[in-house]
């Protein structure tokens, strides 16, 4: 599962955005960069908006140019058969 996005050292390229399969992360315009230099009011920023969909495909984080992405795997119970 998608863990974090270190926003901080984004570009703001948006490749995330774009070779995820399960539509978990979406580029959003900012409001206030505040302490985001480099940034304007309305630059596009990747946001994690549908984690609980993610498939822990690794993409995001494959492809990310400045691999800021973390993912972990999720690991569930298995059911016991008795």
């Known amino acids: 599962m998608i ?5 901080e050292k984004c570009t703001g390229c948006g490749v995330c955005d774009i070779v995820c399969p399960a539509d978990v992360i979406h580029m959003e315009p900012i409001d206030d960069p505040g302490d985001l230099p480099g940034f304007a009011a309305g630059d596009l920023l990747p946001v994690i908006r549908f984690r609980e969909h993610c498939i822990t495909c690794f993409s995001c984080e494959i492809f990310c140019p400045e691999q800021i992405v973390d993912v972990h795997p999720s690991v569930k119970n298995r059911p016991r058969p008795w």
């Open 3 to 7: 863990e974090k996005i270190e926003i």
